[in-house]
């Protein structure tokens, strides 16, 4: 179930700032959500989501690597 319409993009973010490691993205959330530049309820939905979306991006670019640099150009 897609609760966002507007996933992609902040899987974008969330997943750009998961990344870097600088951040637990569970016991340092808040942080996290500043660096994400998404709301809690955008950043919980896509922690609740997760699998999801990325099984998604998988089936849908091949890899999440290949979903990264797609999006890497649209710079949200």
Same mark, same amino acid.
């Given at each position: ?21 600088? +951040?637990?993205?569970?016991? #340092? !959330? ?14 919980? @939905? ?6 999801? +979306?990325?099984?998604?991006? #998988? !089936? ?14 649209? @710079?949200?």
């Amino acid at each position: 179930m897609i609760v966002n319409e507007d996933w992609k993009p902040n899987f974008y973010k969330y997943e750009k700032v998961r990344r870097t490691g600088r +951040y637990n993205m569970i016991m #340092e !959330a808040n942080q996290a959500i500043k660096a994400c530049g998404i709301t809690s309820r955008e950043y919980r @939905d896509i922690i609740l989501n997760y699998n999801h +979306y990325k099984r998604y991006v #998988e !089936a849908e670019y091949e890899s999440v690597d290949k979903f990264m640099r797609k999006y890497k150009k649209c @710079d949200f």
